[in-house]
């Protein structure tokens, strides 16, 4: 009998047991769950000062800008008063440039008619010195023609005046005669130098 009451209470202990350690169990879960919520309610709540930070400067940033349009609207008006006296200053301004202008336009028709006479005295100097140069030019083509001539009448045997020279005297070296020429001398002397001939080259004159 002893034995059947010691085994009820332990096992009414055991069961108490397990209830409390399923109390313990939902008490954990619902402490976690609590934990949870106060950090998303930190969190929230982090949030919510960081929205009311962002709402103050917002505030303080539309204050700055109220202040700055009052500033604005003064420098406007100040801008206003600016703007007409700029505006009969450049009337002014208008007028003295039209008569600058005016004054230029003259100066630059003046100048024009200077520049214009002086570049016809310029072309008549250089008509002048071109119509100098012309006649030197013709005058030393004359004289280049005219060392042409005598150049080529140097090619032409000093006897005959018509065959070319294509003969050399030894030893004095002159070419002055055609072979023909040479052929029919009498005796056998330059006709430059006059020194005997004792030989003779032929040769070609181009």
Do not use: W
């Amino acid at each position: 009998m002893v034995l059947f009451i010691v085994a009820i209470f332990v096992i009414g202990f055991f069961s108490y047991v397990m209830y409390l350690q399923s109390k313990n169990d939902s008490l954990q879960e619902a402490l976690s769950t609590a934990e949870r919520k106060i950090q998303n309610l930190n969190c929230e709540i982090k949030t919510h000062l960081l929205c009311i930070d962002l709402l103050q400067n917002d505030v303080e940033e539309a204050r700055k800008s109220l202040v700055n349009m009052e500033r604005l609207e003064k420098e406007n008006a100040s801008m206003f008063e600016t703007i007409q006296c700029t505006t009969k200053e450049n009337q002014s301004l208008q007028d003295e440039i039209k008569s600058i202008k005016h004054q230029k336009a003259e100066e630059f028709i003046n100048n024009l008619e200077r520049e214009r006479n002086a570049a016809q005295k310029r072309e008549s100097e250089y008509s002048i010195k071109l119509q100098n140069e012309q006649a030197c030019l013709k005058k030393r083509l004359q004289e280049i023609e005219s060392l042409k001539q005598e150049a080529e009448d140097s090619k032409l045997c000093v006897i005959c005046d018509e065959a070319a020279k294509n003969v050399v005297f030894m030893p004095c070296g002159h070419c002055c005669s055609c072979e023909s020429c040479y052929d029919s001398l009498p005796t056998k002397i330059c006709p430059v130098c006059r020194e005997k001939i004792i030989n003779t080259q032929s040769i070609y004159i181009s």
